[in-house]
């Protein structure tokens, strides 16, 4: 969904020359029995199982106030003594842009008018252009749910940045390849698997509750900045909306990544960087690591 925003906010640009920066939301025992980390940490590191050199594993969040996205020294050498940086998609994609615009289109003939009354849509748009600073009709037959995502900036009161922007930055510096464990299209293909009219109504539902919708994102922003990857786990997996989601959103994502992530850090040492709700619970990314025989253990600072 942080791809999703970025193409909100070009095309916000593009219509009122004004930036929106985004994203939506949207972790020591190696083992056939291993446990969840019971640490709370977002930066980890990952040995064994025959790697001649240790990868790091951090947990994001996709949009924060700048003042919040801190690199300190640990995640600095840790990132330095990587050869490789693995995001949840290859954010240096030239096409990305135009294959995200294709993926974030509902099909010919559906539109947001089509799933809710008119007057359901007449005041989801009023709300919407409030908040996004953008017409709801420019964006009415995108997939609902990505609709959120041009939202979420008015709610945290700053100008938002992303860790994936911050590493993306560090790793262009460093003369680093980036790479993606999944592609953008098969990202956004995963909505597709929730009907439009669910994704319509959760919009409603998120449009008309902005006050508890800012609530539950300060809450899940202070999980974050403790470094409570179990807590922000089970916070997502409980969402009235998305927990009904989880193998979609998560495990099948989760699973579907460690085959890329052994073999990416066989190859050389990889600093990977994804949401942090994929990092908790016993089958987060660390979790099944370790059932792959990685030594996972949190980097201590």
């Not at 947990?59 to 330095?80: W, Y």
């Not at 010919?108 to 359901?120: D, P, Y």
């Amino acid at each position: 969904m942080d791809i999703a925003s970025d193409v909100l906010r070009k095309l916000k640009k593009n219509y009122m020359k004004k930036s929106i920066n985004t994203l939506l939301f949207l972790l020591i025992t190696i083992g056939s029995f291993a446990q969840p980390p019971k640490e709370k940490a977002l930066l980890w590191k990952i040995s064994g199982n025959g790697l001649k050199q240790a990868s790091y594993l951090y947990g994001t969040i996709h949009i924060m106030c700048p003042d919040q996205i801190k690199v300190d020294s640990a995640l600095k050498q840790s990132f330095a003594s990587t050869k490789q940086l693995y995001l949840e998609i290859n954010t240096s994609d030239p096409a990305m842009m135009s294959k995200a615009i294709n993926g974030m289109m509902m099909p010919e003939g559906e539109s947001l008018e089509k799933l809710v009354s008119k007057a359901e849509y007449d005041s989801m748009s009023q709300i919407f252009q409030g908040k996004s600073g953008m017409p709801m009709m420019l964006m009415a037959k995108a997939k609902p749910i990505l609709l959120m995502s041009a939202v979420y900036p008015s709610l945290l009161g700053c100008a938002p940045e992303g860790w994936e922007t911050k590493f993306q930055v560090m790793a262009k510096e460093s003369k680093l390849p980036i790479k993606g464990l999944e592609t953008i299209e098969y990202q956004l293909s995963v909505f597709d698997s929730i009907p439009y009219k669910t994704q319509a109504a959760m919009l409603k539902d998120f449009l008309y509750n902005l006050d508890s919708t800012k609530k539950s994102f300060d809450e899940m922003l202070t999980i974050y900045l403790e470094k409570n990857i179990n807590a922000l786990y089970e916070m997502t997996v409980k969402d009235p909306d998305f927990g009904n989601y989880e193998a979609l959103m998560l495990n099948n994502r989760n699973n579907n990544w460690i085959t890329v992530m052994s073999a990416a850090a066989k190859d050389k040492p990889t600093f990977f960087a994804v949401g942090a709700a994929h990092l908790g619970g016993d089958k987060g990314v660390i979790s099944l690591l370790r059932k792959k025989g990685f030594e996972v253990v949190p980097v201590k600072y």
